[in-house]
């Protein structure tokens, strides 16, 4: 079965404290992993799409990876702007219908 | 307007009436797609279309009918819903639904938020 299992469920950081927010996922052939940001009562908002193992992307204090097994997210030097829960998504290759998994995410806050 | 928009964004109903809620995107896109969005739980796909065709049904209830009159508009009409019905319902677009082998990227709409007595 397909699963995908984020960690830590919540993350408390003072700011410019780095971290890692980890997307371990199970799926029978990966055509793409997305990272999403959901802020308090607003839409998922489009980070990163990977596609395969060894790539990376960045966007401003955020870097994301990805392995075979797993995707990080990492977060460098955060600012309290940053506060949100993060999302991770995969969508398997045999799925035809565009069908996204998604795991339950990381409720990020960060302190001044 | 840009991007993927959704009416209205709050809605309280009782279990006997009947509403709908909106969707449009202004991406260009061809498929669309619902999903529910409950306290402490995954999102949830509900139903995907694909230029126009609806090409999966999650096992959702009947009390939960789609309608995509066109690629740009998605609607979902609810009727004699349920109180554990009440989430977050959040529509999304994207260029198509299963080009074969591109893993493709999902733009959701700010969501509306239901609130079943």
């Known amino acids: 079965e397909d699963q ?7 993350l408390r950081l003072q700011e410019g404290e780095s971290s890692s927010l980890n997307c371990s996922y199970t799926v029978s052939g990966l055509r793409g992993l997305f990272w999403y940001r959901q802020d308090p009562g607003k839409g998922p908002e489009f980070l ?4 395969s193992a060894g790539e990376e992307k960045e966007k401003e204090r955020l870097k ?3 392995t075979k097994k797993e995707s990080f997210l990492h977060i460098t030097a955060p600012k ?3 506060s949100a ?3 991770c998504a995969v969508q398997a290759s045999y799925n035809q219908g565009g069908k996204l998994i998604f795991g339950q995410g990381t409720e990020l806050s960060v302190k001044p | ?3 993927v928009t959704q009416t209205p964004r709050h809605l309280v109903m009782g279990m006997t009436n009947k509403k709908s809620l909106k969707c449009e995107q202004h991406l260009g896109h061809n498929a669309m797609y619902w999903y529910k969005q409950s ?8 139903f995907v279309y694909n230029f126009k065709e609806q090409t999966e049904n999650n096992s959702v209830p009947s009390r939960f009918s789609p309608e995509c009159p066109n690629s740009s508009h998605l609607f979902l009409h609810l009727h004699t819903l349920q109180p554990e019905d009440s989430a977050l319902y959040l529509c999304a677009s994207s260029l198509g639904a299963g080009l074969a082998g ?4 999902q733009y959701f709409g700010p969501g509306t938020r239901l609130l079943v007595l």
């Open chain 1, 64 to 66: 994301a990876t990805l």
């Open chain 2, 102 to 105: 591109v893993g493709e990227t």
């Open chain 1, 80 to 82: 309290p702007e940053d």
């Open chain 2, 1 to 3: 307007e840009t991007g």
């Open chain 1, 48 to 51: 990163f799409t990977l596609y």
């Open chain 2, 39 to 46: 306290a402490k739980k995954p999102l949830e796909l509900m």
């Open chain 1, 4 to 10: 995908v299992t984020q960690s830590p469920e919540a």
């Open chain 1, 85 to 87: 829960t993060y999302l």
